[in-house]
C-alpha cells in the first residue's frame, strides 16, 4: 500500500512537497502516479513517472508548476508544487499504474490513503 504525505494549508501562489511510499513493498521501476480528487469532482490525474524517472507526464493543469520525482534508494516518490492556486485544493493520492501513456488513473492497480492539500488566503 502506499501512503502520502505532506499536505497542509498553502496561501495562493505557495509551494508544498508532497511525499509517496510505501508499506510492504518496493516501489523500485514500477510507474508512479499522482492524482487528486476535490469535493465533488472526479479524480483527476496530474502526474506520472517511469519506473526509472526518465519519463514524466503531466497535466496541462499543473504543467511547469508542479514536479515528479523519485528515489528508489529510498523508496519514494515526490510531488512538488510551486505556484498554488485554490483550485488545486483536493485530497492527493500516490498510486502504483500499469502505464504512464494515457489515461493512468484508470490503470491504477493500488493506492493508499492521500493527503489534503488546502490552498487558501
Known amino acids: 500500500q502506499l501512503q502520502a504525505s505532506g499536505g497542509g494549508l498553502a496561501q495562493p501562489g505557495g509551494s508544498l512537497r508532497l511525499s509517496c511510499a510505501a508499506s510492504?513493498?518496493?516501489?523500485?521501476?514500477?510507474?508512479i502516479a499522482w492524482f487528486r480528487q476535490a469535493p465533488g469532482k472526479e479524480r483527476e490525474g496530474i502526474s506520472c513517472?517511469?519506473?526509472?524517472?526518465?519519463?514524466?507526464y503531466y497535466a496541462d493543469s499543473v504543467n511547469g508548476r508542479f514536479t515528479i520525482s523519485r528515489d528508489n534508494a529510498k523508496n519514494a516518490a515526490y510531488l512538488n508544487m510551486n505556484s498554488l492556486k485554490p483550485e488545486d485544493t483536493a485530497v492527493y493520492y500516490c498510486?502504483?499504474?500499469?502505464?504512464?501513456?494515457?489515461?493512468?488513473?484508470?490503470?491504477?492497480?493500488?493506492w493508499g490513503q492521500g493527503t489534503l492539500v488546502t490552498v487558501s488566503s
Open positions: 513517472i517511469s519506473g526509472s524517472g526518465g519519463s514524466r
Open positions: 510492504g513493498g518496493t516501489l523500485d521501476y514500477i510507474f
Open positions: 498510486g502504483v499504474t500499469h502505464t504512464c501513456n494515457g489515461d493512468y488513473v484508470s490503470s491504477l492497480t493500488t
